[in-house]
């Protein structure tokens, strides 16, 4: 079972990583943008555009999701089973409705794959390990400073 921290730093996430592998045992990883927890111990992520991804999973069900806040540099590495549900499955049309919930219905699915989680280990930036008195709020601030983002004035 998906653990609140798992599911609260999927929320928090914008982006997910999902690894599959070819019947000829060739790796693929390919960036998500809409996904979310769903039930106990699954996740969904819509397929938008990618082939390879449908193609390695239905034949090898066996991948690897992971996803890291971007500023907290902390996320999880989830591993499990994989399906595809297609637009002809009777609990596509739900399951695209919430889906859609995450960024609008601007974009086309070609499929929805589904991840039946088996087990998940965090993810960790370095400085976690190596500087243990490191807090979340200071490597938010330090990633901020990495990547030249400031507050506009007045915020």
Not at 42 to 58: E, G
Not at 63 to 83: N, W
Not at 95 to 120: C, M, P, Q
Request: a neutral charge.
């Amino acid at each position: 079972m998906l653990t609140d921290e798992v599911t609260r730093s999927m929320d928090e996430s914008v982006l997910c990583w999902l690894a599959t592998v070819s019947e000829g045992g060739i790796p693929n990883v390919s960036p998500k943008e809409m996904f979310m927890h769903h039930e106990e111990n699954k996740m969904l992520i819509a397929n938008i555009a990618s082939p390879q991804s449908a193609k390695n999973v239905t034949s090898n069900p066996n991948v690897c999701v992971s996803f890291v806040h971007i500023f907290k540099q902390k996320g999880f590495k989830l591993i499990g089973k994989a399906r595809i549900i297609e637009h002809s499955s009777p609990e596509y049309q739900k399951l695209e409705d919430k889906l859609y919930t995450l960024g609008g219905r601007e974009f086309n699915f070609k499929s929805i794959f589904e991840v039946s989680v088996d087990s998940f280990s965090p993810i960790l930036a370095p400085s976690y390990l190596l500087f243990p008195q490191t807090t979340e709020n200071d490597q938010i601030e330090q990633a901020k400073k990495t990547y030249g983002i400031q507050r506009k004035s007045g915020t």
